[in-house]
């Protein structure tokens, strides 16, 4: 599980209960209008936005990445797709049959591999794979991203029907602080869920797809060069080149010892 996303969420609703419970309790800041223009007006603006079919997909695969981290790092790949090319050099395609690896990714390759399929194939097949899945979580990051874009700007609505709703009841005083109440509150929902949520995972998603875009590469090179027949001396060596440059030394001379 990936603690910093949990963590930022807790800590941010921490926050904010904190400073309305200082100055009063929750029920002042729970209002069913301005609930229905943010989480309402966001959702049919997403709609237009994105077909059905999307959303669906994104939404729970853009909170699934956004609260799990990768099983193994570009260190363990490269130290994983090392120990595999000595198993092939060794015992030739046919000895990785039995081989487990915990990344999926890298077990599919390993196993077109070892069936014998031409390097064609196996890159076409992998990446295609990789671009499939890039694809379907970079529409979610889209998603969040737009849900978050949206949320102010129908609190500024909401902000504008209270207003509104408020001087067309000017001579009636018992309405004008509920009506406030709407215009303020939807500003602050709108706010809150861009600005703690959407766009805070939307910024998480892509940093992963960043990330996932390298290691699928990474596995790619590093499963083309075991069907190559390449050595594991030479298979560390190119992948070493996805390694930050600071910690290639240190991987290099842990290889070495």
């Known amino acids: ?21 200082m100055g009063g309790d929750l029920r002042m800041f729970v209002d069913i209008h301005a609930f229905i223009v943010i989480f309402g007006g966001a959702f049919a603006a997403t709609l237009i936005r994105f077909p059905l079919s999307s959303i669906f997909h994104g939404l ?26 000595e198993i092939a050099r060794k015992q030739g395609p046919i000895g990785l049959e039995k081989v487990e690896t915990e990344d999926s990714f890298l077990a599919k390759g390993i196993r077109l591999v070892a069936d014998g399929y031409d390097v064609d194939f196996i890159r076409d097949n992998l990446e295609r794979d ?12 889209k998603i969040y991203r ?4 949206c949320a102010p700007a129908f609190g500024m609505i909401g902000t504008l029907i209270g207003m509104v709703q408020m001087f067309a009841n000017m001579t009636d005083p018992s309405k004008l602080g509920p009506f406030m109440a709407v215009a303020l509150l939807a500003t602050f929902y709108g706010a809150a869920v861009a600005n703690l949520f959407c766009l805070p995972i939307a910024d998480k998603l892509h940093g992963k797809l960043v990330d996932e875009e390298i290691n699928r590469t990474l596995i790619i090179d590093g499963v083309l060069m075991i069907r190559d027949s390449k050595s594991p001396s030479v298979v560390r060596e190119m992948l070493l080149a996805y390694v930050p440059e600071k910690n290639r030394e240190e991987m290099a001379e842990a290889a070495a010892a």
């Open 1 to 21: 599980m990936d603690i910093s996303t949990a963590l930022g969420l807790v800590a941010g609703l921490i926050v904010l209960a904190t400073l309305i419970l």
């Open 60 to 85: 729970p695969l853009g909170i699934k990445f956004a609260f799990s981290l990768r099983r193994m790092t570009q260190r363990d790949l490269i130290d994983e797709i090392s120990n595999l090319a």
């Open 130 to 141: 990789r671009d499939n899945f890039l694809t379907h979580l970079d529409e979610g990051q």
């Open 146 to 149: 737009a849900i978050g874009d």
